[in-house]
């Protein structure tokens, strides 16, 4: 399937033009299938932006104690793990990396979340990058060229930036817990795929030249302005509504006052002259409570 960038609004493109190129992690998974709910973590792989190796490691399911050798888990079958470590005893390195990075990138965020979670590892709050879903939104497909695609594989985005996919590379002969180099790859793949889209989303804000968003910043700044003037006018506005539905509460208050005096005066019944009193006790406190907003 061929991809073109999706003309997004600018706000859009600033923001994904300023997501960072340093200082994140990419990881990639194999797992004992693809369900959020009921599959877990065989083998982990986690490298910064630039493809460095930081943590890859095969781990045993702490619940999942059979399955179905597939593309899932790359192969990885139930006795390739049993006597591996789980997930959470690398809880603290794997903290470590969440905690230091601006950015996680990941082909499928939520889906990695939850497993990574279900293997009791309760992550720090991160800025998180789904590569799939943010290819998607940002570019579209051939046959739909006015709207986002409407999905998007892995693979297509390594095609789309010309990024050669390792996970495709043959499995590690090293023995141990250590990661296949498929999933390592397709760790690198993913990092190197999500750089190569902050730099598309750079080029394309660059190439609209600084004319244009000076232009942008001189609009926003006289919009900001007009709006500022709009509601001054409108709190000025509420602020005499305010002020003379306070004048006709305390012209209540004293009406009633004043019936309060008339009563006193004529002996009439202390109940009516205590209603009167509260009437005009009420109208008072709303009037002042007009004039303070």
């Known amino acids: 399937m061929e991809y073109a960038r999706y003309n997004q609004n600018d706000e ?3 923001e994904l033009a300023e997501l ?3 200082n994140g992690i990419a990881l990639a998974m194999r797992t004992t299938g693809y369900s959020q709910q009921d599959d877990e973590i065989v083998e982990l792989s986690i490298v910064d932006l630039s493809g460095n190796e930081l943590f890859s490691k095969r ?8 399955w179905e050798p597939s593309s899932a888990s790359g192969g990885i079958a139930p006795g390739d793990v049993e006597d591996l470590p789980e ?3 690398f809880e603290d390195e794997i903290m470590a990396l969440f905690e230091k990075a601006d950015i996680v990138v990941c082909e499928h965020l939520d889906f990695a979340r939850t497993l990574i979670e279900g293997s009791w590892i309760a992550l720090p709050a991160f800025e998180g990058f ?3 879903e943010e290819f998607r939104l940002s570019h579209c497909a051939a046959d739909y060229p006015d709207e986002p695609a409407s999905a998007v594989a892995f693979n297509d985005i390594a095609d789309y930036y010309d990024v050669d996919n390792d996970a495709a590379g043959a499995v590690s002969e090293e023995g141990g817990d250590r ?3 498929q999933v390592i790859g397709e760790a690198k793949t993913v990092a190197a795929c999500y750089r190569r889209f902050v730099e598309e989303q750079i080029a394309t804000r660059d190439g609209k030249g600084a004319e244009y968003w000076e232009e ?3 609009r926003l700044a ?3 302005e007009r709006d500022a003037s709009v509601d001054a006018v409108a709190k000025l506005r509420e602020k005499r509504l305010n002020q003379m539905n306070g004048l006709l509460w305390i012209s209540g208050a004293i009406i009633f006052i004043s019936l309060v005096i008339q009563l006193n005066q004529r002996g009439w019944d202390v109940g009516f002259m205590v209603i009167a009193g509260a009437v005009a006790v009420f109208c008072l406190i709303r009037g002042i409570a007009n004039f303070r907003k």
């Open 87 to 89: 997930l959470y005893q």
């Open 216 to 218: 942008r910043e001189r």
């Open 222 to 224: 006289e919009e900001a």
């Open 130 to 132: 789904d590569l799939c």
């Open 59 to 66: 781990v045993r399911p702490q619940n999942v104690e059979s």
């Open 179 to 181: 990661a296949s180099s």
């Open 20 to 22: 960072p190129l340093e």
């Open 12 to 14: 859009r493109l600033l």
